[in-house]
Antibody, heavy 121, light 108 residues
């Protein structure tokens, strides 16, 4: 059974930084693109970032490009999202999501339960 | 980027009734690369449909996806109590992947 467990959420001041992590199990982590998808309170879903199976290719939404960095450690089955210069509009539940592809982003087959990021002074 | 517009915003129906949800794209979705997800309150989204019409593993056959080009539909043939939720479409035919705003299916 695929399991994705996010951690690292919390309250951060505007302009601050936070690092989210997702630990995966139940599948061959090295074979799939991994993504972060967020959901602001009471709002819809927004894809944020993705990373290819080897980690060599990364993808970002325009809204986070230059502020967020995605990475993965295939030895530890983890994917991380380092977020800098956080804004009020970044406040959301951040979901880790397993893709079906290995190099390109397709659709999100499995989801974690999410970790909440609040941006407040 | 491709903008997906879902309608209606809210659908009020009774258990056993048929639900028809629409997802319209601002431009043609390549190769029918459209997925659907279900989200119940406080839960993560659940993957339902890929390739516009293929059900994910374990998804009941009362869920049916259809459509091509710019117009896609999710039909739930007979609503079960657990089907009352918010449904999102997502296109993956072009970058970046984008989601529709969602349709809430509520109990009438």
């Amino acid at each position: 059974e695929v399991q994705l467990l996010e951690s690292g959420g919390g309250v951060v001041q505007p302009g601050g930084s936070l690092r989210l992590s997702c630990t995966a199990s139940g599948f061959d982590f090295t074979m799939y693109v991994m993504n972060w998808v967020r959901q602001a309170p009471g709002k819809g879903l927004e894809w944020v970032s993705g990373i290819s199976d080897t980690g060599l290719t990364t993808y970002y939404a325009d809204s986070v490009k230059g502020r967020f960095t995605i990475s993965r450690d295939n030895a530890k089955n983890t994917v991380s999202l380092l977020m800098h210069s956080l804004r009020a509009e970044d406040a959301a539940i951040y979901y880790c999501a397993k893709d079906v592809g290995s190099t390109h982003i397709y659709y999100f087959q499995s989801w974690g339960q999410g970790t909440l990021v609040a941006v407040s002074s | 980027e491709i903008v997906l517009t879902q309608s209606p915003g809210t659908l009020s129906l009774s258990p056993g009734e048929r639900a028809t949800l629409s997802c319209r794209a601002s431009e043609s979705v390549s190769t029918g690369y459209l997925a659907w997800y279900q989200q119940t309150p406080g839960q993560a989204p659940r993957f339902l449909i890929f390739g516009a019409s293929s059900r994910a593993a374990g998804i009941p056959d009362r869920f049916r996806g259809s459509g091509s080009g710019t117009d896609f539909t999710l039909t739930i043939s007979r609503l079960e109590p657990e089907d009352f939720a918010v449904y999102y479409c997502q296109q993956y035919g072009s970058s970046p992947p984008t989601f529709g705003g969602g349709t809430k299916v509520e109990i009438k």
